[in-house]
Each structure stands twice: as structure tokens, then as C-alpha cells.
């Protein structure tokens, strides 16, 4: 059978990713996944997939990996960016934990898609990218106009809600610029079955409520 499609999808092993393979294996496309331990346990699950064992191949690499993300997207032609720090709590250094791979480790993956001539990318950003915005007129649709207040997430310590924002909208500029053809979305709270075999931060919001715990963090979305 003629090949359908090859598409890469970042951060392969995680929850929403691991949807998107299956997805896209069923559809018939040849997938590259990028983990960063092809070998840990908890990625076992994507080789499981209908069709892995023929068409994904697994690819290691980190997101601050320049070259191992260019290796991983040769040959594709569309990519879906998903990987990205989702910590289920607070982390003690969000410059190095969440910023860096998520804002540089965006760039990073759009620039190698540009040299490998990807031909649309789709970077899943978040509800965190726009809602955090109290000035936003109470009542107003929140449109692709409203975006997440950057000093109200610094000064409020939403490091996850200000990594989603600034990693969006340097996307969007990187786009501008190079004229690569990138298409954002943004999930709020992503809930229902699970694919891998350890707890994602969202799956983790919905045990935490069904157990009665009170949630003191800004919701993950
Ligand atoms: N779940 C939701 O409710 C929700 C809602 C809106 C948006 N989103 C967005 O959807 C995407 C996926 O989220 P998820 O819920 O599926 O979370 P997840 O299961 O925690 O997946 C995150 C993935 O990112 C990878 N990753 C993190 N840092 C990395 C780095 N430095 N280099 C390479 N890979 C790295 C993780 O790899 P490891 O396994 O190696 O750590 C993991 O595969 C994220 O961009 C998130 O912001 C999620």
C-alpha cells in the first residue's frame, strides 16, 4: 500500500500524544515519535499500538536537543508539537523545569521543522494561554484576541499558565518571520482514558476531585 503520510509527534509517550499516535496509525500513517528514553517502561505502551510494530519508529530526544529533533522530523510532513512540562505541582526552579523547555524547546522544534520542510505544525497550547487574564471585559467570548496576562501570571506564580503563553506566542512570531505554516490549539482540561501507564497532571486533577481533595493550585489545563 502507497505510503499515506509521515508526521512526527513530540513527546510521543505522554497522554494526549500517545491519542495521537494511535490516531494516526489507524488512519495509516507512517509515525515518528519523539521520547527521551525510548527505553523506559513507561513509553512501552506506543509499541503496543495497532500497527506500531510496521509503521512508528521512535526517535530520542529532549526538547533543548537540536539535532536529535531534526533527525526525528526528516522525511515528515506535518508535525504535532505536543511535548511539554504539564507538572502536577509547584516546581522549585520554573526557569529550568518549565520555561526553558517550553519556550526554547518550541523554537526549537519549529526551527528544525523549517529545516526539514515540514508543511504544517500543530502545537498544542492550552486554555492556560488565554485565560489567565483578569482584565479581560466579564462576560466577553474569549477569542484568539485574549491571551494570558504574562506579569499577572509572574506576580500570581502561574509558571505553567506564563510557559503555555510565552511558548504560543513565540511561536506565532517564529511563524511570522519564517513563514512556516503553524496552527495552535488550545484544550482546556483534557480528561478520559489513558493510553500509558502512569498518571498525567489533568488525570490527576479528576482523581484528586473524586477523592475529595481540595485543589490549591490553579487548575492544569
Ligand atoms: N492534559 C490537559 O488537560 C492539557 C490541556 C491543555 C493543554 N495541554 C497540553 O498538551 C500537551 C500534552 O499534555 P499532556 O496532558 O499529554 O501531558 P503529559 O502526559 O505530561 O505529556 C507531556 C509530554 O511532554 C514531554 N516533555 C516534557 N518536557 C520535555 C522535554 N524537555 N523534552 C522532551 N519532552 C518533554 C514528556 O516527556 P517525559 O515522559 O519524558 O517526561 C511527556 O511526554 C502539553 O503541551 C500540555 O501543555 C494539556
Known amino acids: 500500500m502507497a505510503e499515506k503520510g509521515r508526521v512526527c509527534v513530540t513527546g510521543a509517550g505522554g497522554y494526549i500524544a500517545s491519542w495521537v499516535v494511535k490516531l494516526l496509525l489507524s488512519k495509516g500513517y507512517i509515525v515518528h515519535g519523539t521520547v527521551r528514553d525510548p527505553s ?4 512501552a505502551h506506543l509499541k503496543k499500538l495497532e500497527k506500531a510494530s ?3 519508529k521512535l526517535f530520542k530526544a529532549d526538547l533543548l536537543e537540536y539535532e536529535a529533533l531534526c533527525s526525528a522530523f526528516e522525511g515528515c510532513d506535518g508535525v504535532f508539537h505536543t511535548a511539554s512540562p504539564v507538572p502536577p505541582t509547584t516546581v522549585a526552579n520554573p526557569e529550568v523545569e518549565l520555561m526553558e523547555p517550553a519556550v526554547k524547546g518550541t523554537l526549537n522544534v519549529l526551527k528544525a521543522c523549517a529545516e526539514a520542510k515540514v508543511k504544517r ?3 498544542v497550547s492550552s486554555g492556560a494561554a488565554v485565560d489567565m487574564n483578569p482584565r479581560w471585559p466579564k462576560g ?3 477569542d484568539e484576541a485574549c491571551w494570558s496576562d504574562k506579569e499577572y501570571c509572574r506576580a500570581t506564580k502561574n509558571w505553567y499558565c506564563l510557559s503555555k503563553t510565552e511558548a504560543e506566542s ?6 511570522q518571520t519564517s513563514g512556516l505554516d503553524v496552527v495552535t490549539v488550545c484544550p482546556t ?10 498518571i498525567n497532571a489533568s488525570s490527576l486533577v479528576l482523581i484528586k476531585i473524586l477523592k475529595g481533595t481540595v485543589l490549591t493550585l490553579y487548575p492544569i489545563y
Open 189 to 198: 482540561l483534557v480528561l478520559g482514558p489513558i493510553l500509558q501507564s502512569t
Open 170 to 175: 513565540a511561536a506565532f512570531e517564529y511563524a
Open 121 to 123: 505544525v500543530v502545537v
Open 40 to 43: 523506559d517502561e513507561k513509553n
Open 140 to 142: 466577553k467570548v474569549k
Open 54 to 56: 510496521e509503521n512508528l
